[in-house]
Nanobody, 114 residues
């Protein structure tokens, strides 16, 4: 059974940093792409950052502030979030696509205080 487990959320001050982690069951070599999405209250889920064999893509709102990376040896994908803004507050979800099927984690909440 495929499992993606996020961690690292919490409360952070505006301007601060936090790193989210997404640990996958089994090898993440079979996941392509992998990414982070977020959903704020009353809003649709949106793509934040995606990493795939061809490179990385970011939402315009996070470019220059967020960095997605993966550690294949640890079967983990990270999202380093810097210069956080109140509008970054949301539930962040990890997504991994395996053989054409998307899998989602349960989400981790990020709060940003102004």
């Amino acid at each position: 059974q495929v499992q993606l487990v996020e961690s690292g959320g919490g409360l952070v001050q505006a301007g601060g940093s936090v790193r989210l982690s997404c640990a996958a069951s089994g090898s993440i070599f079979t996941f392509n792409p992998m990414g982070w999405y977020r959903q704020a209250p009353g809003k649709q889920r949106e793509m934040v950052a995606v990493i795939e064999s061809g490179g990385r893509n970011y939402a315009d709102s996070v470019k220059g502030r967020f960095t997605i990376s993966r550690d294949n040896a640890k079967n983990t994908v990270y999202l380093q979030m810097n210069s956080l803004k109140p509008e970054d507050a949301a539930v962040y979800y990890c997504m991994g696509q395996r053989y054409g099927s998307p899998y989602w984690g349960q989400g981790t909440q990020v709060y940003v205080s102004s």
